[in-house]
């Protein structure tokens, strides 16, 4: 069976847990145009967003990193906006029991199955888009991937396939193999301008708990180097700073990450990945640039006040009482 008809087949509801699970695991090894033919399939099933800016991006990962950190790609994803970058930020509930975006979200009171992303976007620099509402055919290997219990090709194709078709994208990556992979697949769809990283504590996301990988697609090429927390001039942080013990702790992590009023590894981290997304929003051409942005957007409250408002708007307020 080629890459596409099983695909198909996965998507298709028709066959049970079991047989969906072994066609899940020949696709382990799957090639980049075997991969190419999934993302069409996929793409084909969805429910597309027209949005209105050509210039949206998006910031997320592939998951899998197992080091149950608090949703730092969504705390970003907030001060990249209130410095000005424009997001679709495409994401799911953790089937691992952590915190996922759609989870952060849902804590923010936002009725995430029923929001108007123009509005968002729109009003806020960013609009939030659940992968299962946006979809609704990858409910169909739910079960399947339930049984195998690790990560799968779902894990690669998920941030391959937001629902808005963005050309510009930040991807963290928990397997090394990944790193040069996403971008040259991406390129081939049609992205613009991709950065992939992970940091060299097997993190999916840039932080300031250890040096990172990074991989910079754009103007047709792309380049492959190294980052520490030197090139920041920032002090390098444990990685339990930002590693939360509960729910609770994970969200006030993530306003902490927004507000300023953290650690330095939760700030710090924020930070860091909100200016890899300015760099791919060609906001900035380098992320020591986009982070000394990133923080002045934090210490100025500007990151805070964004929160704030959409949160105001589209969810529950009293939720962010005494958190900021």
Do not use: W
């Amino acid at each position: 069976m080629d890459a596409d008809s099983a695909m198909m087949t996965l998507l298709s509801g028709d066959n049970t847990d079991q047989y969906n699970a072994k066609i899940i695991e020949s696709l382990d090894d799957a090639n980049d145009s075997d991969v190419i033919s999934m993302i069409m399939v996929m793409k084909g099933c969805m429910i597309p967003v027209q949005l209105y800016n050509d210039d949206v991006i998006d910031m997320c990962g592939t998951g899998g990193d197992q080091l149950g950190t608090f949703n730092i790609s969504t705390a970003a994803t907030f001060v990249a906006a209130a410095a000005g970058a424009h997001i679709a930020k495409h994401g799911n509930r953790s089937s691992s029991g952590g915190i996922g975006s759609a989870d952060i979200f849902e804590m923010l009171g936002v009725q995430i199955n029923n929001i108007n992303p123009h509005a968002m976007l729109k009003g806020h620099n960013l609009c939030f888009l659940f992968a299962q509402r946006y979809h609704p055919a990858v409910r169909h290997v739910a079960g399947a991937r339930r049984i195998l219990s690790r990560r799968t090709i779902f894990n690669m194709l998920g941030p391959l396939c937001n629902p808005a078709n963005v050309r510009y994208q930040l991807v963290g990556v928990s397997d090394y193999t990944m790193l040069e992979r996403i971008p040259r697949i991406m390129s081939r769809c049609g992205s613009i301008r991709v950065m992939s990283v992970i940091s060299k504590n097997g993190l999916d996301e840039l932080s300031s708990t250890s040096s990172s990988m990074i991989c910079l697609y754009k103007d047709g090429h792309s380049t492959v180097f190294n980052m520490s927390v030197d090139d920041l001039g920032i002090s390098e942080s444990p990685l339990s700073d930002i590693i939360p013990d509960t729910k609770h702790e994970s969200l006030q992590y993530f306003v902490g990450g927004i507000s300023g009023n953290a650690t330095d590894g939760i700030v710090h981290t924020t930070a860091l990945n909100a200016a890899a997304g300015m760099v791919v929003a060609g906001m900035v051409d380098t992320i020591p640039e986009g982070f000394d942005i990133a923080m002045d957007t934090i210490k100025s409250g500007r990151a805070l006040h964004t929160l704030c408002e959409f949160v105001r708007e589209f969810g529950d307020i009293a939720v962010l009482e005494g958190m900021t």
